[in-house]
Every structure is written in structure tokens, then in C-alpha cells.
């Protein structure tokens, strides 16, 4: 049963929370924003995006947060932007360019098939700059520090993956994928299927289930009227 974002319950029910996460903001700093802001007791979201991603952030509360496990493994919906012939470590701008490599052979019809064999049922590495623990460790540390690490691949579900090449060697795509895919890999594996590289230039999640991010608040917005709701700023 699908449950009404942003509805008021009692305190101890705990409600689900909408969030259109900021640019450069982590999904932790969301959660610590409104933790404090609104009072929470207790606050955890369903699913990490990246700093330089934007988009829809669930977020649980009070009892609520019992089913952050089901919101997470949801059917997830994106749109962006990938850019071919250049690579970062990252695979995306928090890090600097370190490669570049040739675009001219690409054709139309060489992203459609890319995007294809990117498309049903994949082994997929994730991205050395991700928050997958190996010995106990989040990977973005490791690689911080220059550590060459094993990763395991795991397997995941692209359902849809569309391409728009009209502004080449910008590729504009949207991709209906399954929990635990890393976008990031998918635009890896893209620019290397092409003989080429690929970096992610822009990022933004519009679906989780049956929840849109035209649903969201905006966070700044939502804590206003939540401190409102509950009286706290109130002046005797």
C-alpha cells in the first residue's frame, strides 16, 4: 500500500518524507539537516545519492524507519547526462579528468547498441569511488589514498536505457534500473564498449516505486513549515 509523503502522523508513528536532495549535498547531510531542524528522534533515508546528484530522497522517521528496507529495494528511475571521450577516477566531476580518448568513430547507431548490451540482467562493478564497504571500509577511502582494491561484481537490472545524442559528445539518457545499480558504472562500461570514455556530467533521480521527485519538497521549504506545523518557532 502506497503511503501518503509528508503527512503529518502522530510523532511515534514516524511519516515518510519526500526531499529533492540539493546539488553537492550528501544523503546524510539531508538526514542531519532535518534531524535537527525538525526535532526527529529518529530519521534514516532509502537510498544514497551521489554529492553531485540531485533528486528524490526518501526519507523515514519514528516507526516508519522499519520500512526503509522496502523503499530501498524499489525500482529506481533516472535522468542525466553522460560525456564521451574524456574519464575521470570517479567517473563523474568530483574528481579531475585523467584520460581522453577518441569520439569521431562513434556513430548513432554504435550508442544505441552500447545502450542495449547495457540493458536486462548485468554483472556490474561498482565504481571505486562508492560507499561499498570492503574489509570493513568504504571504497571512496580507499581509493583516496591511492589503494588498489579487489571488487566483487553484483548483479542488477537495467530495465530501460535511452539515449539522445544531439548535443554530441554530450549523450543525454534516461535508465530504469533496479536497487544497488551504480549509474556511474553503467556510463563507465558505456564509454568502454565505445572504445572510447565517458564521465557523468549531470545526475538526477526521478523515481522511487511509485514516487516522483515532482512529489518532493525542497528541503529548506519542508523545515519551515514542519517547525511551523509543530510550533517551534514560536515568539510568547
Known amino acids: 500500500m502506497r503511503q501518503n509523503p509528508q503527512n503529518s502522523e502522530a510523532p511515534d508513528e514516524g511519516e515518510l518524507i519526500l526531499i529533492d536532495k540539493p546539488l553537492t549535498w550528501t544523503s546524510f547531510d539531508v538526514v542531519k539537516k532535518l534531524k ?5 528522534k529518529k530519521i534514516g533515508h532509502a537510498g544514497t545519492l551521489d554529492p553531485l546528484a540531485t533528486g528524490l530522497l526518501i526519507l523515514c522517521t519514528g516507526r ?6 522496502s523503499y530501498q529495494a524499489q525500482e529506481k528511475e533516472y535522468e542525466g547526462t553522460l560525456v564521451l571521450g574524456k574519464t575521470t577516477p570517479s567517473v563523474d566531476l568530483e574528481t579531475d579528468f585523467d584520460q581522453e580518448f577518441p569520439t569521431e568513430h562513434i556513430t548513432k547507431e554504435d550508442l544505441a547498441n552500447c545502450a542495449r548490451q547495457l540493458t536486462g540482467t548485468l554483472q556490474q562493478l561498482p565504481p571505486i569511488y562508492s560507499a561499498v564497504r570492503v574489509d570493513g571500509e568504504r571504497l ?12 566483487k561484481p553484483r548483479e542488477v537490472t537495467v530495465s530501460l536505457f535511452e539515449v539522445n545524442s544531439e548535443n554530441f559528445p554530450e549523450v543525454q539518457f534516461r535508465i530504469i534500473c533496479s536497487k544497488g545499480t551504480y549509474v556511474r558504472s553503467l556510463v563507465r562500461d558505456f564509454g568502454q564498449l565505445l572504445n572510447s570514455g565517458a564521465y557523468l556530467s549531470a545526475l538526477r533521480r526521478t523515481r522511487i516505486g511509485e514516487y516522483r521527485v515532482d512529489e518532493a519538497s ?7 513549515k514542519k517547525r511551523a506545523d509543530l510550533g517551534f518557532d514560536k515568539t510568547s
Open 36 to 40: 535537527w531542524g525538525c526535532k526527529f
Open 64 to 69: 516508519m524507519t522499519k520500512q526503509i528496507d
Open 218 to 224: 525542497q528541503l529548506e521549504e519542508f523545515i519551515q
Open 140 to 151: 571512496y577511502k580507499k581509493a583516496r589514498r591511492g589503494e588498489t582494491v579487489e571488487i
